[in-house]
């Protein structure tokens, strides 16, 4: 049902209606996205005799997939998400669980894919999106405030995937459900004493994992590298190594980069996995600080848009959601763009829309299709 603007609300959204200005941007950015990809891997397809092409096309096969996807979700009411949410939860534990068995694909020594023909599926990259779901149904459905009780329910519910993510291992995907959580945990509404103490407790477990022995030596290494950039302990050598080429291809790009095909850090192929984890380099190498800062100023655009979706939304359910996607999307993008500069720890997590998976960009669009949802439902 389309329904009239009342006088004086010329800013209401119609029932339906779409935030062109998200999905625009969000589409943008994912076809730019595919663009750095091509560039930073046709060099090193071309020298072992490959078309220069191959990730370039996988990734518009998914990019594609993902704003069909994208408007799918906006055509259809966020509120049925209460009549799926718990199904796609126990999927998740489920296939999180069949990773781990012999069905799952080890890669540079994590276990984490299905291999379907000629793609890789990663089930710990829909984790956060399936918790997002299950979190704020449950939040919904305690309009009275969550009790202590509920707050332990919830921490369970995000523990169950986070320790089998943890197996993989994906100490990245764990510590972004961490933060989801306690942000929405925080628009829910519990007690400030509270949240706090989750604040208190999320360090202490930290502190544990890391002098109990709970993490490896490379997973530690991988977080506290950056801080010894300049350290000569041959076992933080291989990470140090990344974070130095990567800030060597930024800086080389200087104010106005390269330009685009051009730069020899990327077409050199020096920076390691630059595709995926570090596709933020070949931004700044071919188009410099410029580039660089205006696909930032376009990430956190699509961000506002989606935590103006938030503060917007006319139910709880459609609140809590969009914070939760709000706190996945801007903790990616700082935690990715961190990582290249030097300045946070090396994680592996994607930077949105811009690095090259599969399941990485329908994720993404999964959750913008779900902010529109909530946004073009709020006048109704």
């Known amino acids: 049902m389309v329904m009239t603007p009342r006088a004086g609300t010329g800013t209401r959204r119609r ?15 994912a076809a730019f996205g595919a663009i750095m ?17 191959y990730f370039l096309k996988r990734q518009g096969v998914f990019v594609i997939l993902g704003c069909l996807v994208m408007l799918f979700l906006w055509r259809s009411d966020y509120r049925r998400i209460e009549q799926v949410a718990t199904a796609v939860y126990v999927a998740l534990i489920v296939l999180l669980a069949a990773v781990l068995s012999p069905f799952g694909s080890n890669a540079l020594g994590a276990q984490r894919w299905f291999v379907v023909g000629p793609f890789q599926i ?4 829909f984790a956060v999106l399936a918790v997002i779901l299950a979190v704020s149904t449950y939040c919904n459905r305690r309009p009275e ?17 986070m320790g089998l993510i943890l197996l993989q291992p994906d100490l990245g995907t764990c510590i972004i459900l961490a933060i989801v959580l306690l942000v929405m945990l925080a628009v829910a509404g519990i007690p400030g004493r509270l949240l706090l103490l989750l604040l208190a407790a999320a360090v202490l477990v930290m502190v544990v994992a890391v002098e109990g022995g709970f993490l490896s030596s490379y997973q530690i290494h991988r977080l506290t590298s950056f801080l010894n950039q300049n350290s000569t302990n041959p076992q933080l050598q291989g990470v140090i190594y990344n974070v130095k080429q990567a800030k060597i291809a930024i800086g080389s790009g200087g104010i106005w980069g390269a330009g685009i095909g051009h730069g020899a850090q990327t077409n050199l192929g020096y920076v390691p996995e630059q595709q995926t984890d570090f596709i933020f380099t070949a931004v700044g190498e071919q188009l410099g600080f410029i580039g660089s800062t205006v696909l930032l100023g376009a990430l956190g655009f699509i961000g506002y848009r989606i935590l103006r979706a938030s503060i917007t939304a006319k139910d709880a359910l459609g609140r809590v959601l969009c914070a939760g996607v709000f706190a996945f999307f801007t903790f990616s993008v700082f935690q990715n763009a961190g990582m290249t500069m030097g300045i946070m720890p090396v994680t592996g997590i994607p930077l949105p829309f811009m690095s090259y998976g599969g399941s990485a960009a329908l994720v993404f669009f999964v959750a913008v299709g779900l902010v529109l949802s909530v946004e073009a439902r709020r006048g109704g």
């Open 145 to 161: 405030g969550l009790t202590l009780r509920d707050v332990s329910r919830l921490l369970l519910m995000t523990g169950v995937p």
């Open 37 to 53: 990809i091509y560039t930073a891997t046709k060099s090193g397809l071309a020298v072992s005799g490959l078309d220069g092409r």
């Open 122 to 125: 990663q089930p710990s990259e």
């Open 15 to 29: 029932v339906g209606e779409l935030d062109w200005k998200l999905a625009v941007a969000a589409v943008a950015v």
